[in-house]
Structure formats: structure tokens, C-alpha cells
């Protein structure tokens, strides 16, 4: 901390200074991932460490989509289109100590739609874990090395095809999600070229008719707040409706990945620094609203909405410019699949399943095919990444940080669905990993990414 000193010179003046002491961390033999604080560092698309996040793309992808995103921002809650050059349009700040972070505003622009996107820069990561929420006793690291105890020994390899940079005397983690990926065969849940980063849907996604009482119906969605969330869609439809719902700028359902990242810098120095968010605990699956506390019981209540100073807990910020909906609401399907799973996926799944049930830049194959889905299997069937065995409270354990629930797909239940759902039965929070047989039902829903 930061310390005034007094004191007197020979001619009796007093005067005062100031200095600031760094408190030795203790380091445990006991190795333990039960908690950890997510560091990271920007970079440019190859690989160059950088000051500054990436700046926000906002063009299409393709020459055939014109259309641009729009910048916006908030003053306070009245919110204000802007444009690229704008400075106060967004600003990526790191919090400092173990406070909750809620100063860093994260790039918001909307689509031709009036949809809501939130920009993920390129990032590498690396987690110091801890005892606790004090964070006084190291207990590990996740690094460029793996996972590893605190001397050095190595407990979990990274993944086959992961990249790192050396920062300092660390190596750290460059996220997956960003990644070319094509020399791996997208096993890692990368695209086909180096990401500056990628877009996200601020919110659920939601029929386009939608409102506050009714859930609409159709095959055109939208991402905006106080609406009910689109339900009771299987995973091969939702895959369709990700493609679909703007091609030109590489539309898609968000991948494990993809959410993985979004879970890393929510909980990183520019997110929330190690804090849980708020769950949206309405049972009407109405977008943007937050419960009281973490792990709130479900209820119909609309009070704490997103531009409210309560609603804002469960943004991934803390305030207006985060992304919400990340714990609760619906339960979200990404774009991942066990190819080793059972009939569910052909029968709800197909048009996620490629050609031999392989990777590709839209969707990420994991190998399980037993029904052993929490644990020891944790570690052998996530990937570098996805922050689920990053996460994990232990070898043993079936729960992540802030005991959340940390599953994997199964021959049973092939699918990976991410966030939990308004009950908050296994206390949601953004790094919750569920699985399920990709069949319709009203707890789960979806969210689009947008790769420039």
C-alpha cells in the first residue's frame, strides 16, 4: 500500500512523502487451483505486446457486407452514438489491488439491427492462483508452462498447438480464441487467421419481435436488453440462426472458446479483477437484469435493470459497458460437440456435426464419449482456454470458482452449454460449464459472435 511519512529537517520544517510498499506474497507447497487472479496483456495480431487494446474493427469481413458497425456510448445512462475517433468512446482500465473493477468501459457499437456487440480484444493470459479470496498465499500458476505447483513442477501440460509470449520473466498464455488455427485443424477453437479480436453479443439472443411479456417467435433474433430471451430452440437451429444472422460479417454461434475469453477478461485487471458477477435471476428469461446478489434466487422481478446501478452488477464491467446475461438468464449453448457422443448429435445437432465429426473455425470437436464428465475427466477433455480446467476447484471437484459448476460434454449429453440459468442452481457465474442433449427446452438459449 501507500504510506505518508513525517518528517523534520535541521531547520525544523516539517514535511511529508509519501512511499509505496509491496507486501511479500506467501507461497504454499499445498499446490491448488480453488482460486486465482487472471492477469493479461494486449497484443497486436502478430503476437507483438502492445500498451493499447487493439482498436475496435468496425467493417465487414466480407467486400459484399457494407454495413458498419455503429460506435456507442454512455453518458451515464443516456446513451449517445459516436464515431471511430471519438477517444472517450471506450477505454479499457486496469483495476488496481483486489478491488472489484467497475471503471473499465469495454468498445459497445450496435448492428444495422439496433443489436448490441461488445469488442473482445486479442489477449494473453496467465493466473497466479491463491488460497483465497485474499489473495495472501500462492498456491500455483497457469502459464506458458501449464499448470503448475509453485515450484515449477508441472501438474497440467497446455494443449498441443497453444502459442505463448514471454512477458517480463513469465510466459504467458496467448488465448486460443484469437488464434490461426488452421495448422491445428481448429482443435483449439481458433479461426483461419490472426484475430485483432472479435465482437459479442452484449445480451442473450432474443426473437426480433420480442418484448417484455412475450417471448416472439420467427427465425430472425437481435441482441437488446428488457426482452425475453429466445428459448426452446435446439442447437443445430440456433448453429443455423448464428450463420444467418449476418453472414457478411462472419456471424456465428459463439464458440466454447469465445466464451472462454469473454470469461478470462471479465474476471481479468480490465473486467471485474476476480470478482463474481451478479446473476439475472428472472424466470421470464427477460435480458439484461440483474438479482440482488451472486447467487439470487429466481424470481419475476424486472427492478434491476442494465442501466440501473443494481443491474450493472451483472455486466462484465460493472457498469453499462460490460456484457450481460454471462450468469443466468438462459443457460447458452456454444459451438462445441463430442464427436464421440451418442445419437443426440445427428438427431438435435447436424448442422453443427461436420464431415467426420472434426473442428472447424465454426464449431470445436472435444473427444469423451464416456459418462464421465466432472473430475480427473475435466482435465483431459477441456481445452487451454475454455477457463473450465483453469478453473476448477480441484482433481476431485465437479465446481469451479465461486463454486460454480464445471462440466464437460459426455456421450449423454454431448453439447456445451455455458452460464447457468436463472435458478442459479449451481450458483451460475460466468466460468459455469453445463452439458445437455442439445433438445429443445425452455432453460436454454443462445449468443452470436461476429469475427471482422
Not at 497453444?162 to 491445428?184: L, Q, R, S, W
Request: aromatic residues 14%; proline residues 2%; negative net charge.
Amino acid at each position: 500500500g501507500t504510506y505518508e511519512f513525517k518528517v523534520t529537517d535541521k531547520a525544523g520544517n516539517e514535511q511529508t512523502d509519501t512511499v509505496e510498499i509491496k507486501t511479500m506474497k506467501k507461497i504454499s507447497d499445498t499446490f491448488s487451483t480453488e482460486f486465482g487472479e487472471i492477469d493479461v496483456i494486449w497484443l497486436g495480431t502478430d503476437n507483438s505486446i502492445k500498451n493499447e487494446p487493439n482498436k475496435p474493427i468496425l467493417k465487414a469481413s466480407t467486400e459484399e457486407e457494407t454495413e458498419k458497425l455503429t460506435p456507442v456510448k454512455w453518458e451515464g445512462t443516456e446513451e449517445q452514438q459516436t464515431t471511430e475517433q471519438d477517444e472517450t468512446w471506450y477505454n479499457y482500465k486496469a483495476g488496481e489491488g483486489i478491488e472489484d473493477n467497475k471503471t473499465s468501459h469495454w468498445a459497445n457499437a450496435t448492428n444495422k439491427d439496433g443489436s448490441y456487440f461488445v469488442w473482445i480484444p486479442r489477449f494473453a493470459y496467465r493466473i497466479t492462483y491463491y488460497e483465497d479470496e485474499t489473495r495472501e498465499t500462492i498456491t500455483g500458476y497457469d502459464d506458458g508452462k501449464g499448470i503448475t505447483d509453485t515450484k515449477g513442477e508441472v501438474k497440467y501440460e497446455l494443449d498441443s498447438g497453444i502459442k505463448t509470449v514471454d512477458y517480463g520473466e513469465e510466459k504467458y498464455i496467448v488465448h486460443p480464441a484469437f488464434m490461426d488455427n488452421t495448422e491445428n485443424n481448429f482443435d483449439n477453437g481458433g479461426w483461419d487467421s490472426d484475430l485483432a479480436g472479435f465482437w459479442v453479443a452484449k445480451y442473450e439472443m432474443s426473437y426480433s419481435n420480442a418484448s417484455l411479456t412475450s417471448r416472439g417467435s420467427g427465425t430472425t433474433f437481435q441482441s437488446k436488453p428488457s426482452v425475453r430471451a429466445g428459448y426452446y430452440i435446439k442447437i443445430g437451429q440456433m448453429y443455423d440462426y448464428g450463420q444467418s444472422y449476418a453472414s457478411g460479417k462472419s456471424s456465428h454461434l459463439m464458440k466454447n472458446s469465445e466464451w472462454g475469453a469473454v470469461a478470462c477478461l471479465t474476471h481479468s485487471q480490465y473486467g471485474r479483477n476476480g470478482h463474481e458477477i451478479y446473476i439475472n435471476n428472472n424466470s421470464n428469461k427477460v435480458t439484461g437484469i440483474a438479482g440482488d446478489t451472486v447467487s439470487a434466487k429466481s424470481s419475476t422481478e424486472t427492478t434491476n435493470q442494465y442501466d440501473t446501478e443494481a443491474g450493472q452488477m451483472a455486466s462484465s464491467t460493472g457498469n453499462i459497458y460490460g456484457i450481460y446475461d454471462l450468469s443466468g438468464g438462459t443457460c447458452e449453448y456454444v459451438a462445441a460437440f463430442d464427436s464421440l457422443g451418442n445419437g443426440s448429435l445427428e438427431k438435435f445437432g447436424s448442422s453443427i456435426i461436420t464431415e467426420g465429426k472434426v473442428s472447424s473455425k465454426w464449431a470445436t470437436a472435444y473427444k469423451n464419449g464416456t459418462s464421465s464428465y466432472s473430475g480427473a475427466t475435466i482435465y483431459t477433455v477441456s481445452k487451454t482456454g475454455d477457463m473450465t480446467k483453469e478453473v476448477v476447484e480441484g482433481n476431485d471437484s465437479s465446481f469451479g470458482w465461486f463454486h460454480s459448476c464445471a462440466y464437460v460434454v459426455c456421450s449423454d449429453s454431448p453439447f456445451i452449454c455455458r452460464g447457468d440459468y436463472y435458478e442459479g442452481r449451481y450458483y451460475g457465474g460466468v466460468i459455469c460449464a453445463n452439458h445437455y442433449s442439445g433438445n429443445y427446452s425452455d432453460l436454454y438459449g443462445f449468443r452470436v459472435a461476429l469475427a471482422p
